[in-house]
């Protein structure tokens, strides 16, 4: 006698139900008891309200702009300088150039063509029979695409006495000829690059701070612009020179 006699083929199917039912529910037992837990969103608080800046003095009329010359700076091309082949700045010697452009504005002690008498001096003997070349001021060049046309630009440094330096770039134009698009002289900490950007760091007027001046390409002026000024905090190196304490009449490094 079989053991399925008596049962309805209705009830097999309810009983089947109610299992797959059962099961599903231990399944996603799991998952909607997750969906209150700490893993959910939360609210984050209070926070301050945002604030634009406020314009003071409204009322006061302003300084004004004039508007940039569409044209541009003018090129600052280098006499005596013969053009290089296809915009090849690696084919010009920097101590030749440096000794055209001192030959072009000689006897020039300020502006950006200004140079010391000795500095001038020891450019001009750079390269000579009997110089020693560790005397030249004008120092190992570097190369970068700083105006974004696929080509490398000439950066130049040039000791001066007393820690200053001038820095320099020049760039080809189509025609091969050499434009210098930089030139500025400071008291130089060091000189960085960052991209297309040059960027001096020179000791700040007030003692613990430098400044920091980024110059990059500015395609309206066809030249090298400082375009962003920062101050910032030197850290204290070194060690202290904050006096130690006195040791206590008591204590074990007290003199007896």
């Not at 001096?121 to 009997?130: F, N, P, R, S």
């Not at 000439?154 to 000791?159: F, Q, Y």
Request: net charge neutral; aromatic share 4%.
């Amino acid at each position: 006698m079989s053991g399925n006699r008596g049962r309805s083929p209705g009830r097999d199917r309810r009983v089947r139900a109610g299992l797959s039912a059962g099961l599903l529910a231990a399944l996603l037992l799991p998952l909607v008891s997750a969906c209150g837990d700490t893993g959910g969103l939360a609210g984050a608080g209070a926070t301050p309200t945002a604030s634009g800046p406020v314009h003071l003095w409204p009322g006061r009329v302003g300084a004004v702009v004039p508007p940039a010359d569409p044209g541009g700076a003018p090129p600052e091309y280098v006499p005596g300088i013969a053009p290089v082949q296809d915009q090849n700045v690696h084919a010009i010697s920097p101590v030749t150039l440096v000794q055209a452009e001192l030959r072009a504005h000689s006897n020039l002690r300020t502006g950006p063509d200004g140079m010391p008498p000795e500095t001038a001096a020891a450019i001009l003997a750079c390269g000579t029979d009997g110089a020693d070349p560790r005397n030249c001021p004008v120092l190992t060049p570097y190369y970068r695409d700083l105006t974004g046309n696929g080509k490398d630009e000439l950066i130049v440094g040039i000791e001066y006495p007393e820690r200053q330096m001038s820095v320099r770039v020049y760039t080809a134009d189509a025609e091969g000829r050499l434009n210098r698009i930089m030139a500025t002289t400071d008291t130089v900490i060091s000189v960085e690059l960052a991209g297309r950007d040059v960027i001096l760091r020179v000791p700040s007027a007030n003692a613990g701070y430098e400044v920091n001046t980024t110059w990059s390409w500015d395609a309206t002026q066809r030249s090298m612009l400082p375009a962003w000024e920062q101050i910032v905090r030197v850290p204290r190196t070194g060690p202290s020179r904050t006096p130690a304490p006195s040791p206590s009449p008591g204590s074990p490094g007290a003199a007896r």
